[in-house]
């Protein structure tokens, strides 16, 4: 859509298009709430990709009026601002009620990719803030605008983020900080935590209307179903789609850090970035999050975390649902739905376009011997689709994959296997449809944290030059070559913990 055509409203004439959909639910789910001023605030960053997608006047979103509304210090005409309820399990734990604490919906609009609700992450205490001061430091905002678009870039289910605005207002976390505002956008922010709250404080009714409004506005065509078969069918659905986000995640080795219920979408999106990671060295057993002592969302941990996360919002359902068999039957899927769609995923990774018996095990060959050396999971895939492609008229193709190991005969047995499992493939065209597969850009710690070392510093250019990159991480960005290398030494030292 060519928006430079459109007259340049001023947000007192401009007609915003409010669909409310979850905002329909009543006082129930969710409180008015005005966002609390954030002044003077400024610009950190934009997406301008995902405004041209949205549809939306890009004139509007760059005024000062769109600055002031997004950092919280003015309402948009017609503007409904809302803090939601939900509880959840945090670290297999019941935790009770925790709610948008520091997320508002200003309320959902028509767009281009339909209905779409815009929060702003950090802008204030809401009702369910607890002992929380409702904001959000520089330092957590730009990690959650890069990481969803990085995951949108990928080709992964995810929220998205549209802007980044900051303040000098200070903010007390282990230092003082100052404070920003994410404006995340996303179809749904409903969680697994918003059908367990329901469920624990006994309120059916507003259970089942969440569950209907879930099924209307996401999953329609599920509407001809009544009683127990519409909201197994949903928790099946929830169930396809988180196995298949669990498989993205994996292929790509990220670790989310923090998969508690109240972080699972029910659209099956990545929600709520904190103390996320794309691995560098492949370690099964890697853990993000400092503050995940026992290491419990683990990167190999995390199938099996989402499939027990599944079987609390089943639980949660139960009232609305006749008997245990129909939930534990959808449930159930998941034990199939997610080695498929990993097997899918990671055949794919090496170039292999029909299904063989033995490729889950030279997966896990390949898998073993990165482990055993630690080698850069990003860096790997990449070289080895540069060394199918060159392979089909190099001797010495795959000598860059090998100089990733120090076990060397280890790579060199694996690399025997997987020729002969290749066959007569057309090794370039493995090689290019490999190389649409295997990022070369990944958010890494190392380049967030840079990132956000200028920011802190006033310049928020590497701030916008690595979200154009992570946006096409397929391609080659001569000029940003550096930023797709090993992550230096210093990496390793980064500790991201919970708190934002
Ligand atoms: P998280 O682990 O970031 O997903 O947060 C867990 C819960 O704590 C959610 O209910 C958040 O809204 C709430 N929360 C986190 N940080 C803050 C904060 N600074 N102020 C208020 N609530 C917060
Ligand atoms: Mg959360």
């Excluded at 009770?96 to 815009?118: N, P, W, Y």
């Excluded at 979408?265 to 709520?272: A, E, F, N, P, R």
Aim: aromatic residues 10%.
């Amino acid at each position: 859509m060519n928006t430079s055509a459109l007259p340049l409203p001023t947000n007192a004439a401009y007609h915003w298009p409010w669909h409310p959909s979850f905002g329909r639910l009543g006082d129930a789910f969710q409180r008015l709430c005005p966002p609390t001023p954030l002044a003077p605030s400024h610009w950190v960053a934009c997406n301008h990709h995902l405004l041209t997608q949205l549809g939306l006047p890009a004139e509007l979103w760059l005024s000062q009026d769109a600055l002031d509304a997004l950092s919280g210090n003015a309402l948009l005409p017609g503007s409904t601002p809302r803090a939601s309820v939900y509880s959840g399990h945090q670290f297999g734990v019941w935790a009770g009620q925790l709610g948008d604490g520091r997320a508002i919906s200003l309320g959902e609009i028509d767009t281009l990719l339909g209905v779409q609700d815009i929060q702003l992450k950090g802008a204030g205490p809401t009702p369910y803030s607890r002992r929380g001061d409702g904001r959000a430091v520089l330092r957590s905002s730009i990690r959650e605008f890069l990481a969803s678009e990085a995951m949108y870039g990928l080709g992964i289910p995810t929220t998205r983020a549209l802007c980044v605005t900051g303040s000098p207002t200070p903010v007390y976390r282990e230092e003082r900080e100052t404070a920003a505002v994410v404006t995340r956008v996303a179809p749904s922010f409903v969680r697994f935590g918003h059908f367990e709250h329901f469920a624990a404080n006994g309120q059916t009714q507003e259970l089942r209307a969440l569950a209907d409004h879930v099924v209307q506005s996401h999953f329609p065509e599920l509407l001809p179903l009544q009683d127990t078969a519409r909201y197994c069918a949903m928790l099946q659905e929830v169930t396809r789609r988180t196995a298949g986000l669990m498989a993205q995640w994996q292929a790509v080795g990220f670790c989310h850090g923090v998969m508690n219920t109240d972080n699972m979408s029910v659209l099956g999106l990545t929600l709520d970035y904190g103390p996320f990671q794309f691995m560098d060295g492949f370690d099964p057993g890697h853990i993000c999050n400092h503050s995940d002592t026992s290491g419990r969302y683990a990167y190999a941990r995390q199938p099996q975390v989402a499939y027990w996360n599944l079987f609390c919002l089943g639980q949660a359902l139960m009232p609305l649902i006749d008997g245990q068999e129909p939930v534990l039957a959808a449930l159930e899927t998941y034990k199939t739905l997610f080695p498929e769609a990993l097997d899918q995923r990671m055949r794919a990774k090496l170039g292999l376009t029909d299904t063989h018996d033995g490729d889950r095990a030279l997966v896990e060959a390949l898998l073993q011997a990165m482990q055993q050396d630690r080698v850069d999971f990003t860096v790997l895939w990449r070289r080895l689709s540069h060394a199918v492609y060159e392979s089909a008229h190099l001797n010495q193709a795959f000598e860059p994959v090998r100089d990733l190991f120090m076990h060397r005969e280890v790579f060199d047995a694996w690399r025997i296997q997987y020729e002969a499992r290749l066959g007569s493939a057309d090794r370039r065209s493995v090689g290019q449809q490999m190389l649409r597969t295997n990022p070369k850009f990944i958010l890494r710690n190392h380049l967030g944290e840079m990132a956000i070392r200028q920011a802190k510093a006033g310049d928020f250019g590497m701030v916008q030059a690595l979200l154009n990159v992570l946006h096409s991480p397929y391609d080659e960005h001569p000029a940003h070559e550096g930023w797709a290398g090993l992550a230096p030494e210093w990496a390793s030292s980064i500790e991201i913990s919970c708190s934002s």
